[in-house]
């Protein structure tokens, strides 16, 4: 069984959550700018939060949270989500929480671990992100290591009294990746 550490890179590491990271999740939740960038996916209390990512566990997500490594400050979050074993597919996911540390390369330096993380260990062969149409940045970052747009789900998610659309981008494992050696996804 392999156990996963923090996983480090320029300026950012990625660790897998705990319930000492839940205030700096609330914080976030209760920021409009990023419930409009999110769509609001976070429970707002704290009992929710707990269950909300015990049932994310037990689905077979891994969950980390993503620090400064100059700090140690907890900026965000990022994951994988419906993990595929048979089919070697799972869904992406990241947060950055406040604007503040929006534009810096924290959320490439996160994205790209990520990614590493999912076709070198897990030996996944597609990522899945589901980005809301109106969320520029995102695309950007995801365009920038390579997912492709592959769909448009129109008046996908209901955002502050508004149904939003949600655009589907898919990154196949490249060559890069084509040798990686999977370790056990036992829990961590």
């Not at 070697?88 to 990614?115: M, Q, R």
């Not at 897990?122 to 992100?129: C, P, T, Y």
């Amino acid at each position: 069984m392999s156990v996963v550490k923090a996983h480090e890179w320029k300026l950012v590491r990625i660790r897998l959550m705990t319930e000492d990271d839940f205030p700096d999740f609330l914080r976030a939740n209760h920021n409009p700018d990023i419930e409009q960038l999110s769509g609001g996916i976070y429970p707002m209390y704290p009992d929710e939060l707990k269950e909300y990512y015990e049932d994310e566990m037990k689905d077979g997500s891994v969950c980390f949270v993503v620090e400064l490594q100059k700090t140690g400050k907890v900026i965000g979050e990022v994951g994988l989500h419906d993990i595929k074993q048979g089919d070697k597919v799972a869904e992406i996911s990241i947060t950055v929480f406040d604007e503040e540390n929006h534009g810096k390369w924290y959320g490439s330096d996160a994205l790209e671990i990520l990614i590493r993380y999912a076709f070198e260990y897990l030996s996944m062969r597609k990522l899945v992100a589901w980005i809301y149409a109106h969320n520029t940045p995102s695309i950007t970052l995801f365009e920038k290591y390579g997912f492709e747009c592959n769909g448009r789900q129109k008046s996908h998610k209901l955002i502050r009294g508004k149904y939003e659309d949600c655009l589907v981008y898919e990154k196949f494992r490249g060559e890069e990746f084509k040798n990686a050696i999977p370790i056990s996804m036992k829990r961590l």
